[in-house]
């Protein structure tokens, strides 16, 4: 899509090497998060403080993903 209305086309290595010129080196990025005993109490602990939350209160929670946009196919390489 890249090179759609573009007089030269640019290969995906040479996007691939300017990128990294800047530092920006594609890595596969894990399956599952690292999880630290600190971050799995507070878990628990926010869990606890939840559980017995109406329809109402979860209503008002704002939740967000982490978007994934793929550059060069979908070889779980991420920048």
């Known amino acids: 899509k890249f090179n759609i ?3 030269s086309p640019v290969s995906k290595s040479t996007i691939r090497k300017i990128l990294q010129n800047y530092g920006m080196n594609g ?22 403080k939840h559980v017995m939350w109406t329809k109402a209160q979860w209503s ?6 982490e978007s994934k946009f793929c550059l060069f196919g979908s070889n779980s390489r991420v920048f």
């Open 5 to 7: 209305g573009r007089k």
């Open 27 to 48: 890595r596969i990025g894990c399956k599952k998060p690292l999880l630290r005993k600190v971050n799995i109490a507070k878990r628990l602990i926010f869990s606890q």
């Open 60 to 65: 008002k929670v704002l939740f967000t993903d």
